[in-house]
């Protein structure tokens, strides 16, 4: 009895590892090379009413829209943290690794992994600049 509670139990296991495998393996990302335009503390549309306190700060206070190019598209995303602290990546001019999903970007970052932020925003770079970076097809 208790030989068929071990197998039932490693079946168990091995079954959890091969469907956490197969959910991982569903969601490779492919990135390309980006640059970042700019990088600017968020503030919110919204002013401040009433006295200062010692509450804790509020959720966007180290929170920042940083503007990335990628081809002739800028993408503005919002990096939240809850530190006052912004990766060097994020330094204007710099040269990234990012991937798209819908309304998300993920940014590969040097000793940290990806960072997932939203898409607030995305235009169109217009002029000149970018049908000379365009490669002919």
Known sequence: MSR????LIWFSLIGMFVESAVATAGTVRTFQH???????????D???YGKRTDAPPKATEYDYDISIRLNCSVYVVRYESVIDYLPGVFAPNQSIEISLEKRLMFVKVPGSG?????????????GNSCEAGRKPA
């Open 4 to 7: 068929l509670c071990n197998l």
């Open 34 to 44: 980006a640059v970042v335009v700019s990088a600017q503390k968020y503030e919110p």
């Open 46 to 48: 919204s002013p401040h």
């Open 114 to 126: 990806e960072i997932k932020m939203g898409i607030v925003q995305r235009y169109a770079v217009l």
